[in-house]
């Protein structure tokens, strides 16, 4: 199971963290993501994290602006967002896929999803 939580409303500009927690499976072995799916749009990949640490960011409009971490001691994953804008509002899921992240963030690379979390930004 995993239980997305930290999402809301916000003002261009500004920051948000998100939590994602993770329950019934071996965390520390899987690899980690965030996806967001906008109203109307697909589903995307926005990061991902690996059982070993290797962090990857899918689009080029997060890279700089997002940061995901990992604690696996309690078996959460982190998803800093700053400098938000319209553009990323959206609803943000968590993944749990095996090991390593893909190359291509694939759904159906990933096992375990969470219900999502809203990510508003406006104005």
């Known amino acids: 199971q995993l239980v997305e939580s930290g999402g809301g409303s916000v003002q261009p500009g500004g920051s948000l963290r998100l939590s994602c927690e993770a329950s019934?499976?071996?965390?520390?072995?899987?690899?980690m993501g965030w996806f967001r799916q906008a109203p109307g749009k697909e589903r995307e990949g926005v990061s991902c994290?690996?059982?070993?640490?290797?962090?990857?960011y899918y689009p080029d409009s997060v890279k700089g602006r997002f940061t995901i971490s990992r604690d696996n001691a309690n078996s959460k994953v982190y998803l800093q967002m700053n400098s938000l804008n319209s553009e990323d509002t959206a609803v943000y899921y968590c993944?749990?896929?095996?090991?390593?992240?893909?190359?291509?963030?694939?759904?159906?690379?990933?096992?375990?999803w969470g219900q999502g979390t809203q990510v508003t930004v406006s104005s």
């Open positions: 993944a749990a896929g095996p090991l390593a992240c893909p190359l291509v963030p694939a759904i159906a690379w990933f096992d375990y």
């Open positions: 019934g499976f071996t965390f520390d072995i899987y690899a």
């Open positions: 994290i690996s059982s070993s640490d290797e962090v990857t």
